[in-house]
């Protein structure tokens, strides 16, 4: 089955930009989802198709795709950003929804 | 907005049974997929099952299959999900999902608050 990797962890500080990669095989051909969870808080879409913002998502998130890596970028870092983030694609050959393990955005 | 109300957590031993609920409402119920995920204490987010529209296709993670069964009621916008012989690695806070298929895609555009299944003896 199709498996997607994260960095456990990715410190920024406050005005940065985070950079999250998530890496599986031939991601480039396929499309990808991304979720913010905020401690005590359900998963909420923050990116969609790779690269679209659902309404009410900051401009400051984008995504973007090169190679074997999708990519979260969140610009002009805030406090409120700390939280654990999720890729996710749609494996079609198995059917599944597949989760990346996350990665823990601190803000220093 | 949307609103996903999930019940039926709680605590039960191992091999025992639960039904979890989720209640869909200010959405047209009938006209999503709808999905399952879970996430154990302290771990990521884990797919469990999701079903079509009118519950034509129906899919499962290896984890549960044969174990866990979704189903849902369209007339009455209700998820459901029966989890036997449950196990003590089920436990975990399960969420309802709404779900968005698109050009060979699928993701899950909202989530409920989650219920909080406790497997243990």
């Known amino acids: 089955s199709y498996v997607l990797t994260q960095p456990p962890s990715v410190s920024v500080a406050p005005g940065k930009t985070a950079r999250i990669a998530c890496g599986g095989n031939?991601?480039?051909?396929?499309?990808v989802h991304w979720y913010q969870q905020k401690p005590g808080q359900a998963p909420v879409l923050v990116i969609y198709?790779?690269?679209d913002r659902p309404s009410g998502i900051p401009e400051r998130f984008s995504g973007s795709k090169s190679g074997d890596t999708a990519t979260l970028a969140i610009s002009r870092v805030e406090a409120g950003d700390e939280a654990d983030y999720y890729c996710?694609?749609?494996?079609?050959?198995?059917?599944?929804?597949?989760f990346g393990p996350g990665t823990k955005v601190t803000v220093l | 907005e949307v609103q996903l109300v999930e019940s039926g957590g709680g605590l039960v031993t191992p091999g025992g049974s639960l039904r979890l609920s989720c209640a869909a409402s200010?959405?047209?119920?009938?006209?999503?997929?709808m999905s399952w995920v879970r996430q154990a204490p302290g771990k990521g987010l884990e797919w469990v099952s999701s079903?079509?529209?009118?519950?034509?296709?129906?899919y499962y993670a290896d984890s549960v299959k044969g174990r866990f069964t979704i189903s849902r009621d369209n007339a009455k916008n209700s998820l459901s999900l029966l989890m036997n012989s449950l196990r003590t690695n089920d436990t975990a806070i399960y969420y309802c999902?709404?779900?968005?298929?698109?050009?060979?895609?699928?993701?899950?555009?909202?989530w409920g608050q989650g219920t909080l299944v406790t497997v243990s003896s």
């Open positions: 999902a709404r779900g968005y298929c698109r050009g060979g895609t699928c993701l899950t555009d909202y």
């Open positions: 200010e959405f047209t119920f009938s006209s999503y997929t």
């Open positions: 079903i079509s529209i009118v519950g034509s296709f129906i």
């Open positions: 031939n991601i480039g051909s396929e499309t």
């Open positions: 198709f790779d690269g």
């Open positions: 996710q694609l749609w494996d079609s050959n198995s059917d599944h929804y597949v």
